[in-house]
């Protein structure tokens, strides 16, 4: 079967979507947040709402709190920030802990696509993506950019498709 033909039979799969945006700077009132309005608006043209929003300390137990409140409520969850290599970056740790099935194409080509933009640079993001049951979880560094990137290059264009395959609803 063609992924044409995949990605139309979960074409009208209706999904509902969370963010977390992990940000210590954007608590304390150094910066604003951009995370939540830029995924709104991108999500929109996917006709996806934005079911929920939290903002976290780049803490453990905040991140659990939040990500296990959220996979109540959304079929997919976008982590943003703490993916780097930093001692406050927890979000990937965390994440992989509650996986079911780990998705790692997603890092991979988040990667690449940086590396074409950034160069090696690239290499200090650890972005990943699993399931966890049947939801599935992104993770990607915490700027606009990144974020745009992860949506419109990969997550948005693949994800009801991702979702039917995960939920076996077209076996």
């Keep these: 079967?063609?992924?044409?033909?995949?990605?139309?039979?979960?074409?009208?799969?209706?999904?509902?979507f969370c963010v977390i945006v992990t940000s210590d700077k954007v608590l304390?009132?150094?910066?604003?947040?951009?995370?939540?309005?830029?995924?709104?608006?991108?999500?929109?043209?996917?006709?996806?709402?934005?079911?929920g929003h939290d903002l976290v300390s780049n803490d453990r137990s905040a991140l659990i709190k939040a990500?296990?409140?959220?996979?109540?409520?959304?079929?997919v969850i976008l982590v943003t920030g703490?993916?780097?290599?930093?001692?406050?970056?927890?979000?990937?740790?965390?994440?992989?802990?509650?996986c079911s099935k780990d998705i790692p194409g997603f890092g991979e080509l988040f990667r690449y696509l940086t590396f074409q933009t950034y160069g090696s640079a690239?290499?200090?993001?650890?972005?990943?993506?699993?399931?966890?049951?049947?939801?599935?979880?992104f993770v990607t560094p915490g700027s606009p950019t990144a974020v745009e990137l992860a949506l419109d290059k990969l997550v948005l264009p693949e994800i009801r498709h991702l979702v039917a395959e995960l939920r076996g609803l077209r076996h």
């Design 1 to 16: 079967m063609s992924i044409e033909r995949h990605r139309s039979e979960s074409r009208e799969l209706s999904i509902s």
């Design 28 to 51: 304390r009132g150094i910066y604003v947040d951009e995370v939540i309005p830029l995924v709104t608006r991108i999500l929109s043209k996917y006709e996806i709402g934005l079911r």
């Design 67 to 75: 990500l296990t409140e959220n996979l109540e409520r959304c079929d």
């Design 82 to 98: 703490g993916s780097g290599l930093g001692p406050r970056d927890v979000s990937v740790d965390v994440v992989k802990e509650m």
């Design 122 to 137: 690239a290499l200090a993001t650890r972005a990943t993506a699993c399931a966890v049951r049947d939801r599935i979880v």
